[in-house]
């Protein structure tokens, strides 16, 4: 208001100065109150570009925003969470003893630890049996202990990682970085429940295993036993007298 009053009074100020400098052959005529609409025109078009311009300054700053929060984080960890995963796969796999593999294993639990023996089983068979089930055992219980190590050097790579992404995530430029980067935490989160499923696997198959073998011995004890008694009356102790005594 201050502006448009100052513009009138200035077109005002002009316009009757233009009366007195004029010299009476140039004298041209003016009209004040044309001068001033005029003026204060020109002053309304002049905001209402003003306006225009902030409207499309705020238009711009929103279309940079959206860009900022549709923009992609440049950084995956998917890999690197793939290959230390991949290392206690690899010691599963190598695993001696019972296979994982269903099938395969129903044939040799089967064999190895029967129900009970048949009496056609030899006593070298069992102790072959014994042996083997006992390397068994060992083979589980050095698979447990193979996969616990590696998961301990996992968990300094795991750490790593965590640092990384928590960076990520708090120097995240918009809505879909921090997206991204909150979703690979829930990967290397995954990624430690399987491999500790993985671990909680080994050792419940190497305690099964010890168990198993306990079961087994019982039974060729048992066996071995009645093979020594026979089928027939069991010896009874009778007194014996020396020298007629």
């Known amino acids: 208001m201050k502006t448009r009053v100052l513009s009138v009074s200035l077109a005002a100020v002009l316009a009757g100065s233009l009366l007195v400098v004029q010299p009476a052959t140039a004298f041209t005529v003016i009209d004040p109150t044309n001068l001033i609409q005029n003026t204060l025109t020109a002053i309304r078009t002049l905001e209402q570009i003003n306006n225009q311009v902030r409207q499309l300054q705020n238009e711009a700053q929103m279309l940079i925003n959206q860009a900022r929060n549709l923009a992609g984080l440049d950084y995956n960890v998917v890999n690197r969470l793939r290959s230390t995963l991949a290392t206690t796969e690899r010691l599963i796999a190598e ?65 790593s990682v965590l640092a990384d992404l928590v960076a990520q995530s708090q120097s995240a430029g918009g809505a879909l970085q921090a997206m991204q980067a909150t979703n690979q935490l829930l990967a290397l989160q995954a990624k430690q429940a399987i491999q ?19 079961a087994a011995a019982t039974e060729r004890a048992r066996e071995v036993r009645r093979r020594f008694l026979g089928e027939g009356t069991p010896y009874t102790p009778q007194p014996v007298r020396f020298y007629g005594n």
Do not use: C, K
């Open 196 to 214: 500790a499923q993985q671990l909680q696997l080994t050792q419940d198959r190497a305690a099964s295993l010890e168990l198993a073998r306990q």
């Open 95 to 159: 695993a001696q003893g019972l296979a994982y593999d269903v099938a395969h294993m129903d044939q040799e639990f089967a064999r190895l630890y029967p129900h009970e023996y048949a009496a056609s089983v030899s006593g070298d068979r069992m102790a072959q049996d014994a042996r083997e089930r006992w390397r068994h055992t060992l083979d589980g219980l050095h698979t447990a202990m193979r996969v616990q190590a590696q998961v301990s050097q996992n968990l300094s790579e795991d750490e």
